[in-house]
């Protein structure tokens, strides 16, 4: 496995390898990689003859800089797990390397559909200008025949989808379930950040929604969000910032149950935002 941190080193290694003819699978992370990052790196194994697996800390998508300077590092811990899931090549750049100074201050332009204005790009103003900025760099860099990623980040998913087809990539996209802990909580780089207490308080959060689910379709997706919100208001130590039944496609708040539809939610536990999704329709 190489571990690689300029751009030009990246492009020579994925021209070999193409002329090879061979497949290349892309991961984008950003690090502290946990089982559900693996997941991902063992499909891409699985279905490419070369995975890619790019270590960023993004600075362009984090709204809140205490939040990117508390996002946790450890690029030797991870390029052990890689190692160990036989990824070909870690692309761990600087931002340097990624982004030129001007890049930095401002709003990378992109039309969203809408798919950006609930949910986490309400909360979190400018969040996904930032994520279609890197990951568009990065499927640029690689230009991967299929990538992957983890239907946690829901809306991040749906942007992306939209982002290959409006920018013309034209990348299989695989979509990869939520690897939980088995508590139910979502894993996320995150959890390395809740106190033992706060990990058994976080794993509330997916029991009051598999515990929505119960109440589908016998109440309609309002009443099963103001439930959810009250639920979770009822547990110490959890703060909701938002539980949304939205439709999968739109994103927008879901009327019926006829639409397909996911529950997604973002909790504060303790200082830790936390966000989980649960398909309802
Ligand atoms: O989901 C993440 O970890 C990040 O948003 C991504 C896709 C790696 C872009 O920085």
């Known amino acids: 496995m190489l571990i690689i941190n300029s751009v030009a080193e990246l492009n020579k290694h994925i021209s070999i390898a193409r002329s090879f003819g061979k497949s ?3 991961v984008p992370t950003m690090g502290a990689l946990h089982e559900g990052h693996i997941s991902l790196v063992n499909m891409s194994v699985d279905e490419n003859d070369y995975t890619v697996v790019s270590v960023f800390v993004n600075p362009t998508q984090f709204n809140n800089p205490e ?12 390029a052990e797990l890689l190692q ?7 692309f761990a750049p600087s931002s340097d390397d990624i982004y030129a100074p001007n890049e ?13 204005e609930v949910m986490e790009g309400k909360f979190r103003p400018g969040h996904f200008n930032g994520v279609v900025q890197i990951v ?8 991967p025949d299929r990538t992957y990623f983890g239907e946690k980040d829901f809306q991040q998913l749906a942007i992306i989808h939209r982002m290959n087809e409006l920018m013309g990539f034209n990348i299989q996209i695989v979509d990869c379930p939520i690897v939980r802990e088995e508590s139910g909580l ?3 780089s995150r959890n390395e950040r809740l106190t033992a207490d706060e990990r058994k308080i976080a794993a509330n959060i997916s029991k009051v929604l598999f515990e929505s689910l119960n109440f589908v379709p016998n109440y309609s997706p309002a009443e099963l969000m103001q439930w959810v919100e009250n639920e979770i208001n009822k547990i110490q130590g959890l703060k909701l910032e938002y539980y949304e039944i939205a439709n999968t496609k739109t994103l927008q708040t879901a009327e019926s149950w006829n ?3 996911v529950g997604c939610i973002a909790v504060f536990c303790g200082n830790v935002r936390l966000i989980d999704n649960v398909r309802c329709s």
């Open 67 to 78: 939040d990117l300077e508390k996002y946790p590092r450890n690029l030797e811990q991870d």
């Open 84 to 90: 160990n899931a036989k990824c070909d090549v870690i």
């Open 24 to 26: 290349i699978g892309l």
């Open 136 to 143: 568009s760099k990065l499927f640029s860099f690689v230009r």
């Open 259 to 261: 639409e397909p539809t």
């Open 186 to 188: 979502a894993m996320s």
């Open 104 to 116: 930095l201050n401002e709003i990378f332009e992109f039309d969203f559909g809408g798919l950006d």
